[in-house]
């Protein structure tokens, strides 16, 4: 009997951040100023070194799953390139709190060139995913990426973070990858709701003063049902302005284009 295959929803967003970190070293720096390279020859080595690490780092991944069994039919990168962001006119601070990086600049403007991803002018590569993953249904895609924000996907997920671990020598080093597991649409509900009580601080998205992943866990154990609980939460802190920030942060924090799901 013929093993199913599946099509792999490639968050291509979070491997660009990965492959560029500590790409260089002053050390290397200092070495080619010694031999007179130009700047502009560094910065075109240092994009070449980038667009290397990133094509190893991708077929790493893909031999790491296919280690636990699961046969790849096809890949679909996704990539954020959204000049007219929804959420940005939602919210004019949304990731107003992060410092460019030129070197992930560069590798987007080229992979985009190339048509290389799947990209929208509106909305980020996690909504993409989103939409795509209900479109081929659970049984038929795995979600690869380390962005937490994909759980709000049900499906089969490989998340490749790795931890740092302390060694026999007392220095950190990279652990095992979280590897795979699999969402269901309980789970992806209670991750988004959850969402709506911590917020993001990583993309700037305020949720509710005080309440932190511990709070929030215990919070949605309440027996009012998720969004039951988040609601009241949401008028103790905003009072009579709590709608308008509760459906603020539906828009932000929700995954995909059909925002109105998440109501629900």
């Known amino acids: 009997m013929q093993q199913h295959e599946l099509t792999v929803l490639f968050d291509y967003d979070s491997l660009i951040y990965k492959c560029v970190y500590r790409i260089v070293d002053v050390q290397t720096i200092k070495q080619w100023f010694a031999q007179g390279k130009t700047k502009d020859w560094m910065r075109e080595e240092i994009v070449t070194q980038c667009k290397n690490r990133l094509c190893n780092m991708g077929d790493f991944l893909f031999n790491e799953i296919e280690n636990t069994g699961i046969m790849i039919g096809s890949v679909e990168y996704y990539i954020t390139n959204a000049p007219n962001s929804v959420r940005k006119q939602i919210s004019p601070i949304y990731k107003a709190n992060r410092r460019p990086n030129k070197w992930v600049n560069a590798i987007r403007k080229y992979l985009i060139e190339m048509d290389f991803a799947v990209t929208h ?3 980020e590569a996690d909504d993409l995913i989103f939409d795509r993953a209900l479109e081929l249904g659970e049984q038929n895609c795995i979600i690869l990426t380390m ?11 490989f998340n490749y973070y790795r931890p740092k671990v302390v060694n026999e ?21 209670y991750s988004f709701w959850l969402s709506m009580l911590t917020g993001d601080h990583g993309d700037n998205i305020k949720g509710i003063k005080g309440i932190g992943p511990k709070k929030g866990e215990a919070i949605l154990k309440g027996k009012h049902g998720l969004r039951g609980c988040v609601e009241i939460e949401y008028k103790r802190h905003y009072g009579g302005n709590w709608e308008t920030e509760f459906k603020t942060n539906v828009r932000l924090l929700g995954l995909g284009k059909n925002i109105e799901k998440w109501m629900h």
């Open 121 to 123: 002018p509106e909305y």
């Open 169 to 189: 020598n007392g220095e950190k080093v990279s652990g095992d990858c979280v590897g795979l597991s699999c969402v269901s649409n309980e789970e992806a509900r």
């Open 147 to 157: 962005d937490k924000d994909l759980k709000q996907i049900p499906g089969i997920h």
